[in-house]
């Protein structure tokens, strides 16, 4: 069963830190330790994630790490453009309303045009699904505040 709180995160050029951070202590067979705890075990369990927009950023940087990844896998791809079709055969590929309705999917990983974030991420966090947004998160203070508010 789904959290009734979403999880709303922004991305900056460490990206590739982040998912190599959590490929270093997760996978279901490798323990990782809390500092100051004493050897409590942390499971990390698989992700479904569901990526929309394949820009550079996300064709280069982040789909590779997340296929690479113990606890990250792609279910889902959003696009407009055809190059969806050709790229990763395996995942479903989808309109953008169909993945955020889409049960699979867990979690969404946007990487549109900037102007796009904010609609993209409230509509996400309003079907239920945990966002990785790429930054800026919005393009005014006031679509930040309405994202946080979801």
Partial sequence: MRSSKCTLTTLS??????IKLINAGGGESRPSY???HKKRRIVMRTVNWGIIGLGLI???FMIPEMLHSDICKITALGSRSKIADDYLPEAKHLTYDELFEDPD???VYIAVPNALHAELAIKAMKHGKHVLCEKPMACTKEEGELMAAV
Avoid: F, H, I, T
């Avoid at 050029?13 to 982040?18: F, I, M, T």
């Fill in 13 to 18: 050029w460490v990206r590739l830190n982040y």
């Fill in 34 to 36: 809390c500092k100051g």
């Fill in 58 to 60: 996300s064709r280069d």
């Fill in 105 to 107: 999917v867990e979690a």
